[in-house]
């Protein structure tokens, strides 16, 4: 119950920040369009928020204040979400059956980040294992309430440090996430984010293959290259990496936004289809990540796509209401608590 009072009171602060914007919470993205306007890592479909948000507001800064792709995420902000990895000192207490958050902040020369080897962050619980981020599908599904599943990713990285890819703000990540049955006999579903993409053109800038390890790492660039919004209306990405003097009517825009600004939303229908409904008990997260020069990435769940933007600014009355509609909803949350 406790989540479903966090989500409806995270609703209620987001629309009340964004009173008199013509925007709200949660993110709604396009469809998927390969190489056009968004990327295929493996099974994971993945949008740039930078890139989206340069569309919507014709800026190429960061994401910020009331744009309709700012998704913060720092220490102050980060605990709205189910947080699987971050540096920050975050707990998912409040969620019945989740592990709290894998530490991705480097330690001396380290580099790179696995929860196969990292410490198992507690607490333990049926179908809990080491090695991987666990959480019990009825406390995820209560979370998402309705929403689709989507996972947020922070680049963040200098300028400096480690390079394998040559370019210091890019990095290397890896990640497997598993459902699980535990007692009706459903045979495990896997899906995978690494570089493969079923375009050859676009793969050889998402895969990257180090002669060091056999892992199909997915390429996480710092810039990428898209079309300029004074030649076209729509998202489109020209290429990976900044642009150059060969790409007219080309804009670099920066995803290497650091930790209080998610870079990056992932998702996957069958994934989010199985997890709103389907006999599974377990959802596991296994993260590889390399090539790192700074510390920290962060990895979350949040919710996204059931509420459409509105067209028209809330007007103060409004947001008013909204709150008035927002506490008697925690108040019935609260009173069929006590019931139970």
């Not at 009331?66 to 409040?94: C, K, W």
């Not at 495990?188 to 375009?199: C, L, R, V």
Request: hydrophobic share 40%.
């Amino acid at each position: 119950m406790k989540s479903i009072v966090k989500t409806a009171t995270a609703s209620i602060l987001a629309m009340t920040a964004f009173a008199g914007a013509a925007q709200a919470a949660p993110l709604t993205f396009p469809e998927p369009n390969n190489g056009v306007v968004s990327l295929q890592y493996g099974d994971f479909t993945v949008y740039s928020l930078a890139m989206l948000n340069y569309y919507a507001h014709n800026k190429t800064s960061a994401p910020s204040g009331d744009d309709q792709f700012y998704l913060p995420s720092g220490p102050g902000r980060i605990s709205d979400y189910m947080v699987i990895a971050t540096g920050a000192n975050i707990s998912n207490s409040e969620f019945a059956n989740t592990d709290n958050p894998f530490n991705t902040s480097l330690q001396g020369n380290q580099s790179s980040f696995w929860t196969g080897s990292a410490a198992e962050p507690s607490p333990t619980f049926t179908g809990d294992q080491s090695g991987t981020w666990d959480v019990s599908i009825d406390t995820l599904r209560n979370y998402l309430n309705g929403q689709n599943l989507h996972f947020g990713f922070n680049l963040n990285e200098s300028n400096g440090g480690q390079s394998l890819t040559g370019t210091a703000q890019d990095a290397l990540a890896w990640g497997k996430v598993t459902l699980v049955d535990l007692d009706t006999g459903l045979g495990d579903m896997t899906f995978i984010f690494d570089g493969t993409n079923a375009n050859p053109v676009v793969q050889s800038q998402t895969l990257f293959d180090n002669p060091a390890d056999s892992v199909a790492w997915g390429h996480i660039h710092g810039r990428i290259c898209v079309k300029s919004t004074s030649t076209t209306s729509t998202p489109e990405l020209l290429h990976l990496d900044a642009c150059t003097s060969a790409d007219v009517g080309g804009v670099t825009i920066n995803q290497n936004l650091g930790a209080d600004r998610t870079a990056f939303a992932l998702t996957n229908a069958d994934l989010n289809s199985l997890v709103q409904s389907s006999g599974y008990d377990i959802m596991r997260v296994e993260l590889r990540l390399a090539d790192m020069n700074n510390g920290y990435e962060q990895l979350f769940i949040f919710g996204s796509g059931t509420y459409q933007v509105p067209e028209t600014p809330v007007s103060e009355p409004a947001a008013i209401g909204l709150l008035g509609l927002g506490a008697l909803g925690i108040a019935a949350a609260r009173r069929r608590k006590k019931a139970a």
